[in-house]
């Protein structure tokens, strides 16, 4: 917390330059594409990575599709996530996210900017048809980052929640392929208080297509991605970050898309 005040309080002219420019890109999609906003959001991350004391090593981002419409499937810890990954990407992208957290400051006009979805858990049926129209986009050619923990717990490891299967969905629907992220360390930097230098790894996995998992449930899914994130953070940390048994979140599993 001690590092986003920090952030906050050194960028606060930024700020005040960012916020109305994102609204007004945001507002005038004749007048801005998405590669103009994609280009905005990666200026702005790059100024608070650089103030907060950030380094983000990106490995193996040839994996990322060169066209069509993907989904990006993340292990989540902190609120630097999106930032971390989104300012890798060569092609603009759209987030899935909370509809309350993204009602909060600056993530409210980031959402808007780079076009993302807010997911209202507390309401069904608005749940199917955000999936629904997130299906539709990426069929269209659009690329979606997607965190299936529905959240993060605050704390000091690298360790998971359970990947819920219900928002897999977006890809199956879609037949789009899915790209498994690994986040190491990433809940180093908005998660301690210190401005010490913080480094951290957002590594891209092989594409799954479509024809490879079609035949399977959502929830066997979601299972194989999270399995393959384990495997990678395992790899580069010698830790056991698989959730236990008797760990909860929320339950999106038994949300169906429609055919």
Known sequence: MLRLIYVIIMRIGSIMYFVPKMRKYARHPEIYTEEDCHELAKVMIRKVAKTARITTKVYDAENLPSEGGFVLFSNHQSKFDALGIMEALPRPCRVLMDLKRSKMPLANEYVALVRGKRLDKSNIRQQ???????????????????????????????????????????????????????????????????????????????????????????AALAGRVQADIAQKIREVTGEDVMPASSDTGVNLQNISMGA
């Open 128 to 218: 199917v048809t955000c999936f629904r129209e997130i299906s539709e986009e990426v069929a269209d050619g659009k690329v979606y980052l997607v965190f299936p923990e529905g959240g993060y717990v605050k704390g000091q490891t690298n360790r998971m929640g359970v990947f819920h299967g219900g928002c897999f969905r977006t890809a199956v629907r879609a037949k789009a392929p899915i790209v498994p992220v690994a986040l190491v360390d990433l809940y180093k930097t908005f998660g301690r208080n210190s401005l010490r230098k913080v480094s951290c790894q957002v590594y891209f996995l092989p594409a799954i297509p479509y024809e490879e998992y079609q035949h399977m449930t959502s």
